[in-house]
């Protein structure tokens, strides 16, 4: 009998380069703040958010996606049709099937690679970023474009409170490939299906399909979701530097999703970072873009140049489900 052949494995993996693309329209706090019977001052203490970018009806999720991935492909220098997988994070994608990913990868020019959608919201890049790092080290592919990508403005109610006002649209993206040290740590994930009605939306869209339910929106149970993501989501964080054999003074940066800056100031609290390490705040002028605010911070963070390329970021992602994933991330 025959030996099945397989793919030569690979020892590690890690980020080749980020791309990034944000809503083409600033919204102010003034504009939002009338519907909620709010303030500038109000969401600036609860949220952290000065502005969000949002997108016009111009510029699609697709459009967000491509520019964000042509930016990675490009700082990467490898060919598109290298790629061998392309994983696309969004809750936000206008159609069921067939899948954004496999549009997206005839649009980069990754012709005939693997392609599919991830749907685990705010920990979707994250979780992608933990597939792409499987993929690469099993031999499966080469190299993985890796994308969060969101346009959550399609998806708002101007009178919520709980979440609308501070959701943006934007996309990041990233190429994972092989390397010869380890860029890319063991991922802690998972999802607390416990609560999974506490971020959402407020209605299906066969009720809104059979006239029950105007156009469903996200909403969330905000004390509720920020108790379980500043203690529950410190534990996960120790359990990545854990998992990768570091301590908190190792990091050049923590990168967490951009859900608000008292969750993100609290996390950081609770890790007892040191004032070396830098703490992505990208949400001040993003907004909370789900899938695309890891990358978009990180970006950020290195166009900037709050940290260099080689330092380690710790990011931690989570959201809806309630799902989460963190891994410890050599900077590109």
Same mark, same amino acid.
């Given at each position: 009998?025959?030996?099945?052949?397989?793919?030569?494995?690979?020892?590690?993996?890690?980020?080749?380069?980020?791309?990034?693309? &944000?809503?083409?329209?600033?919204?102010?706090?003034?504009?939002?703040?009338?519907?909620?019977?709010?303030?500038?001052?109000?969401?600036?203490?609860?949220?952290?958010?000065?502005?969000?970018?949002?997108?016009?009806?111009?510029?699609?999720?697709?459009?967000?996606?491509?520019?964000?991935?042509?930016?990675?492909?490009?700082? $990467?220098?490898?060919?598109?049709?290298?790629? !061998?997988?392309?994983?696309?994070?969004?809750?936000?994608?206008?159609?069921?099937?067939?899948? /954004?990913?496999?549009?997206?990868?005839?649009?980069?020019? @990754?012709?005939?690679?693997?392609?599919?959608?991830?749907?685990?919201?705010?920990?979707?890049?994250?979780?992608?970023?933990?597939?792409?790092?499987?993929?690469?080290?099993?031999?499966?592919?080469?190299?993985?474009?890796?994308? /969060? @990508?969101?346009?959550?403005?399609?998806?708002?109610?101007?009178?919520?409170?709980?979440?609308?006002?501070?959701?943006?649209?934007?996309?990041?993206? @990233?190429?994972? !490939?092989?390397?010869?040290?380890?860029?890319?740590?063991?991922?802690?994930?998972?999802?607390?299906?416990?609560?999974?009605?506490?971020?959402?939306?407020?209605?299906?869209?066969?009720?809104?399909?059979?006239?029950?339910?105007?156009?469903?929106?996200?909403?969330?149970?905000?004390?509720?979701?920020?108790?379980? $993501?500043?203690?529950?989501?410190?534990?996960?964080?120790?359990?990545?530097?854990? $998992?990768?054999?570091?301590?908190?003074?190792?990091?050049?940066?923590?990168?967490?999703?951009?859900?608000?800056? &008292?969750?993100?100031?609290?996390? %950081?609290?609770?890790?007892?970072?040191?004032?070396?390490?830098?703490?992505?705040?990208?949400?001040?002028?993003? !907004?909370?873009?789900?899938?695309?605010?890891?990358?978009?911070?990180?970006? &950020?963070?290195?166009?900037? !140049?709050?940290?260099?390329? /080689?330092?380690?970021?710790?990011?931690?992602?989570? /959201? %809806?489900?309630?799902?989460?994933? $963190?891994?410890?991330?050599?900077?590109?």
């Amino acid at each position: 009998m025959k030996t099945l052949k397989q793919s030569q494995p690979i020892q590690h993996s890690r980020i080749y380069a980020l791309g990034a693309a &944000r809503g083409d329209t600033i919204v102010t706090n003034q504009e939002i703040a009338g519907p909620i019977d709010s303030s500038d001052e109000w969401i600036q203490q609860r949220t952290g958010v000065i502005t969000r970018t949002r997108s016009s009806k111009d510029q699609s999720l697709m459009d967000l996606a491509t520019t964000a991935s042509n930016e990675a492909i490009k700082k $990467a220098g490898i060919n598109p049709e290298q790629i !061998g997988a392309v994983i696309l994070a969004t809750i936000s994608f206008p159609y069921q099937t067939p899948s /954004g990913a496999s549009l997206l990868s005839e649009l980069v020019g @990754a012709h005939d690679a693997a392609a599919y959608d991830i749907s685990a919201a705010c920990a979707g890049y994250c979780y992608g970023i933990a597939q792409a790092d499987a993929m690469v080290r099993a031999g499966v592919s080469e190299y993985v474009l890796v994308v /969060g @990508a969101e346009r959550l403005s399609d998806f708002i109610s101007p009178s919520d409170r709980s979440i609308s006002f501070l959701l943006g649209d934007g996309a990041g993206a @990233a190429i994972v !490939g092989p390397s010869d040290h380890p860029g890319i740590s063991k991922t802690v994930w998972g999802a607390d299906g416990s609560h999974w009605d506490k971020v959402g939306m407020t209605d299906s869209i066969l009720d809104f399909r059979d006239g029950k339910v105007p156009w469903p929106t996200l909403v969330q149970e905000g004390q509720s979701v920020f108790r379980w $993501a500043v203690w529950e989501m410190a534990k996960v964080a120790k359990e990545a530097l854990d $998992a990768a054999g570091l301590e908190a003074e190792d990091l050049s940066a923590l990168v967490p999703h951009q859900a608000n800056m &008292r969750i993100i100031d609290e996390l %950081a609290k609770q890790l007892k970072l040191p004032e070396s390490v830098v703490v992505a705040k990208d949400i001040a002028e993003t !907004g909370n873009t789900s899938a695309a605010s890891i990358p978009l911070a990180m970006h &950020r963070l290195l166009t900037e !140049g709050q940290v260099q390329s /080689g330092g380690y970021a710790l990011e931690i992602g989570f /959201g %809806a489900g309630l799902a989460y994933a $963190a891994q410890v991330v050599e900077l590109p």
